[in-house]
């Protein structure tokens, strides 16, 4: 049972997480000048200059140029949508309710 339950812990939880770590560390290897990315802090642009630990990115129309290293670069492209909307709401909900409850 015991071995079962390892097995269960294995595919569910130690997997998945090895194979998001390897697909983003392949999406930083290949990175290329040219290519529009966006970093975990939300910024977008463009890729100047790659370098063994970092990156050369310009952003805007004014064509400032800032280096990041590559473990901050989040995805390639623009991200259309904001992942962490649903969290915001719930918050807004509650502190919504909250406020009736004062209210009465």
Do not use: H
Request: aromatic share 4%.
């Amino acid at each position: 049972m015991i071995v079962v339950m390892l097995a269960v812990m294995y595919f569910l939880l130690i997997r998945p997480e090895n194979k998001k770590k390897k697909a983003a560390e392949e999406l930083r290897s290949s990175l290329k000048p040219g290519d529009t990315i966006t970093t975990i802090g939300g910024v977008v642009g463009t890729i100047c200059a790659v370098k063994e630990q970092t990156i050369v990115m310009e952003t805007g129309a004014d064509r400032v140029r800032i280096e990041f290293t590559k473990w901050a670069v989040s995805s390639k492209g623009t991200q259309a949508t904001e992942e962490a909307a649903p969290e915001k709401e719930e918050k807004k909900d509650k502190k919504d309710k909250k406020d009736k409850k004062d209210d009465k």
